[in-house]
C-alpha cells in the first residue's frame, strides 16, 4: 500500500525557514492530491496547502489557507513533494502531515485524506 515518508521538520527562529519533503513508496495517478497538514499543540488538524500530481485537479491551482499565503509554497516532482515554509511564526509550530488522496474534494474541502505519513515535528521560537 502506499506509504508517506516526511523529513525536514526542526526547531527555528520566528522569520527563519524550513522545507519539508514527502516520499512516496509507489506510483500514484497524475488526478491524485497531495497535501500538508498541520496540527498545533492542542489543536485539530488543518489542511495548510494541497498540489495535484502531474497537473492541477479539474483546473485548480496549488491551494493555501489564508494563514500561510504569500510565506509557504508547495511543490513536487516525480517522486516527492515538498513544502518550503519561509517567514516562520511561532503560531506554524506543530506536527506537519504529509497526506494524499485520489480526490481533491476529499483531501483539501472535507479535509479526510486516505493516506497518512507519521508526521514531522516543526518548532518556532518567538
Known amino acids: 500500500q502506499l506509504r508517506l515518508l516526511e523529513s525536514g521538520g526542526g526547531s527555528v527562529q520566528a522569520g527563519g525557514s524550513l522545507r519539508l519533503s514527502c516520499s512516496r513508496s509507489?506510483?500514484?495517478?497524475?488526478?491524485?492530491?497531495m497535501g500538508w497538514f498541520h496540527q498545533p499543540p492542542g489543536a485539530v488538524r488543518e489542511a495548510v496547502a494541497a498540489?495535484?500530481?502531474?497537473?492541477?485537479?479539474?483546473?485548480?491551482g496549488p491551494s493555501y489557507t489564508d494563514s500561510v499565503k504569500g510565506r509557504f509554497t508547495i511543490s513536487e516532482d516525480s517522486n516527492t513533494v515538498y513544502l518550503q515554509m519561509n517567514d516562520l511564526k511561532p503560531e506554524d509550530t506543530g506536527v506537519y502531515y504529509c497526506?494524499?488522496?485520489?480526490?481533491?474534494?476529499?483531501?483539501?474541502?472535507?479535509?479526510?485524506?486516505?493516506?497518512w505519513g507519521q508526521g514531522t515535528q516543526v518548532t518556532v521560537s518567538s
Open positions: 497526506a494524499a488522496d485520489p480526490s481533491y474534494l476529499q483531501l483539501w474541502v472535507e479535509e479526510r485524506p486516505a493516506y
Open positions: 509507489e506510483f500514484i495517478a497524475n488526478n491524485w492530491v
Open positions: 498540489i495535484g500530481i502531474g497537473g492541477n485537479p479539474r483546473g485548480y
